[in-house]
Each structure stands twice: as C-alpha cells, then as structure tokens.
C-alpha cells in the first residue's frame, strides 16, 4: 500500500503574511450526531427535525463549535501544522451552517510576533453561495522545528441509541430533514439571485 503523503509544517520562519491555507467540507447528519454525542449538547435546534422546521431558521443547523473545529484542523494541520499551539481564538457566528452546506474554512496570516514567535491568523467560513457565516482571529504559538508526519488512519466511528440500533433516525424523519435541507437551499439560491439581479440593477441605473 502506498504511503500518504506527510502533513508537513511550516515553521515560525517561515511564516509570511499574506500566507494562507483552506479545506472544504459539507455538513451531514453523521457530524451532527457526532458533535451532540461528544458535546452532549441536544439543543433541539440540531437535532430535532420537527423543532427545527418551525424555529427561526426553518431546518436543522450545525453546532457553532463544528465550523470553530474546522478552523482548528486547518491551523494544526495545514498552516502552520503539527507542532502548532492553540493561543487564543474569538469567533463571531454571522449566520448559521445547514445541513447539507458546502463551507470552506480559509485561514491567513496577518501578523507575528517575533518575541513571543507567535502568529496571528484571521478565520473565516464561507459557505456555497458566497455568505461568511463564521468570522475571527486565531494565535498561535508557531512551531519552530520542521515537522513531516504520516497522518495518523483515524477509526471508524459509529452513534448508537440507547436501544442499540445505529440508525438513530425513521425514514420519515430522514425524509423531513431532506425536505428541509433541500428547501433552505432553494431559499438560499433565490435570495443569492435576488441579491444579484438588485446590484445589476443598481449599477445600470
């Protein structure tokens, strides 16, 4: 079997501003049941389709800490990587993660102190229409030594019920959540568009 390639990092050094590095992910219902079972937060906004359907955002979202996760696995694995010490980070939840969204976690460089070797980093997550939905700044201690490592093969996690099955959902409910995904994305798209048309508009005028 061939090896995969080493998550490298990029030492304090070689830190520039204006560096950046990105990953993009979509939100299942397998992440959710995963950040409530771990958390052990079950606020019915992310778990309960029924709840969800008539709340203000009309369909089930992501924990906030789920798009703050992200932005830690960019930094400790891509920029600058492994040796990387988490300082500080602030996060301002602009609008929600849906199931089923598209986001992409972009980090950058913005500054370094050379004392402290430390760099700071702005945070954002944009999601499939263009809106920021998670904004911030990160410290870190950066590494100081170069750092290639074989990713470690992580398990394969299962969430079970208290009655053993591990399909925590009926088909109904499945069925609901679909609904509900696939409509906010038609919102979505309507507004994106509505937005659009208006600044065309605007700039015709």
């Known amino acids: 079997m061939a090896k995969r390639p080493c998550i490298e990092n990029r030492t304090f050094d070689e830190l520039s501003i204006g560096d950046e590095a990105s990953l993009s992910r979509t939100l299942t219902w397998r ?3 995963l950040s409530a079972a771990m958390s052990g937060d079950v606020n019915p906004a992310h778990v309960d389709a029924e709840f969800a359907k008539n709340d203000m955002f009309h369909r089930i979202i992501a924990h906030g800490m789920w798009g703050g996760a992200l932005i830690s696995r960019v930094l400790g694995t891509e920029l600058p990587g492994p040796g990387t010490i988490y300082v500080s980070q602030s ?32 945070s954002t997550v944009i999601n499939q229409t263009g809106q920021t939905v998670i904004s911030g700044r990160a410290e870190v201690i950066a590494p100081t030594e170069k750092i290639c490592r074989q990713p470690v093969e992580l398990p394969f996690v299962e969430v079970h019920e208290s009655n053993g099955k591990k399909d925590s959902l009926s088909p109904a409910m499945r069925n609901a959540l679909d609904r509900t995904s696939q409509t906010a994305h038609t919102m979505q798209q309507q507004m994106a568009n509505a937005t659009e048309t208006n600044a065309v508009g605007a700039d015709s005028a």
């Open 31 to 33: 992440d959710i049941e």
């Open 91 to 122: 996060l301002q939840f602009r609008h929600p993660i849906g199931l089923g969204d598209t986001v992409t976690v972009k980090i950058r460089a913005i500054a370094k102190n050379t004392v402290k070797r430390r760099g700071t980093f702005a």
